[in-house]
């Protein structure tokens, strides 16, 4: 009887912790409105219209604005849950064992930026920033000023919002398509790309800007979603989850390295570490996956929120929060969506077909 009753204690206790740490510092989803922009269930409609989900061979049709507009519509629909279940760090990382899933996303930002080659004196554009958190580690933990862009609106407003005082004057952020940003040329020492390349179909595009931008021998980085060099193409469960991650993930035909490789070189660039999962430096240095978070949750929090039950979770409460008409119409449906993209990037990633973590670093020629 007294175990049972501590194990009611932790639970309760645990529920009201997680509400207070969500609730008091991030967006609830559905409750935010996108003034001019109309309400989620007519977003995702739009979305839906661009974005056909029943394609032959995982390919998408093309687009005249090379996924702008649907990039945009993902966005604007998708960023208040990602932001709950993921806090202002949108992306995969391994787990420190050790450490609470923020510092050990928090640790492999900053592990990936040094990689990169970042430094307290660099000049540094983040090319699709999200909410801005890990370009904002960049400055607190490495010191360089960091220009971000985003496509999204909401997300520019979410930057602001969570900026610290102390580092406003090393941080920019923009709204602009990242294929052309409107940044002068040769103005900057690093670009990187942090899992945002495969939100286009034609990567060649903003990685052409990415190199206008650069000043000569400046590098760019990416830190990308990848199918693994053995994804089999004709495996249909294989090619359920590679569509389930394209739709849910708002992504456009995931590729495999060596495709990757060649868009960096019809940008102009030269490939100078590549081939690389991040996720095997990780197992090195003793981080367990990022497939954790994923699924049974790595800390308290993430069981709470990223992982499946927790994203089940939120799924039910918005599901009971929209039907009562608390939140927008369309916010269910939504989170249906990003669940189904969990679930088929965890099994991708257990099945060692796909992982987020892939690493290539290109530099710009001194001629260039």
């Not at 629909?77 to 450490?99: C, L, Q, R, S, Y």
């Not at 983040?126 to 960049?138: A, E, F, N, S």
């Not at 495999?256 to 081939?275: H, L, Y």
Request: proline content about 4%; overall charge negative; some cysteine.
């Amino acid at each position: 009887m007294a175990s049972r009753f501590a194990v009611g204690v932790t639970v309760f206790v645990g529920v009201i912790a997680a509400g207070v740490f969500y609730v008091g510092s991030r967006t609830i989803p559905g409750t935010k409105s996108h003034e001019g922009r109309g309400d989620r269930r007519e977003l995702l409609e739009t979305y839906d219209t661009h974005y056909v989900t029943e394609y032959g061979a995982g390919d998408h049709p093309s687009s005249p604005s090379n996924n702008a507009d649907e990039t945009e519509h993902y966005f604007t629909v998708t960023t208040d849950f990602m932001e709950w279940g993921w806090g202002d760090a949108i992306h995969m990382a391994p787990m420190h064992p050790e450490k609470s899933f923020k510092n050990s996303m928090r640790d492999w930002e900053t592990f990936f930026g040094k990689r990169v080659g970042l430094t307290k004196d660099s000049k540094v554009a983040d090319l699709g920033m999200g909410i801005g958190g890990p370009m904002r580690r960049m400055v607190e933990r490495i010191g360089c000023t960091v220009t971000g862009v985003t496509i999204c609106k909401h997300q520019i407003e979410r930057a602001h919002a969570l900026t610290p005082p102390e580092i406003e004057d090393k941080v920019t952020y923009i709204q602009s398509d990242y294929s052309n940003t409107g940044l002068p040329a040769n103005s900057f020492d690093y670009v990187y790309f942090m899992e945002s390349l495969s939100h286009c179909e034609n990567r060649e595009h903003p990685l052409a800007e990415a190199y206008r931008i650069l000043k000569p021998g400046g590098k760019v980085g990416a830190w990308q979603w990848m199918l693994q060099p053995h994804f089999d193409y004709g495996n249909e469960t294989q090619m359920e989850w590679k569509r389930g991650m394209e739709y849910g993930g708002g992504l456009r035909n995931l590729n495999k390295p060596a495709e990757r490789a060649k868009e960096f070189e019809i940008a102009g660039f030269k490939v100078i570490d590549e081939s690389v999962d991040m996720q095997d430096l990780a197992d090195e240095l003793g981080w367990t996956t990022w497939v954790t978070p994923l699924t049974s949750g790595h800390d308290m929090f993430t069981r709470f929120a990223s992982s499946h039950w927790g994203r089940q979770l939120t799924s039910a409460f918005v599901g009971s929060m929209e039907y009562m008409g608390f939140i927008e119409e369309g916010t269910y449906k939504i989170s249906k969506m990003m669940e189904h993209c969990g679930l088929s990037t965890a099994l991708a990633g257990e099945a060692g077909v796909f992982t987020p973590l892939w690493l290539t670093i290109a530099t710009k020629p001194l001629d260039g």
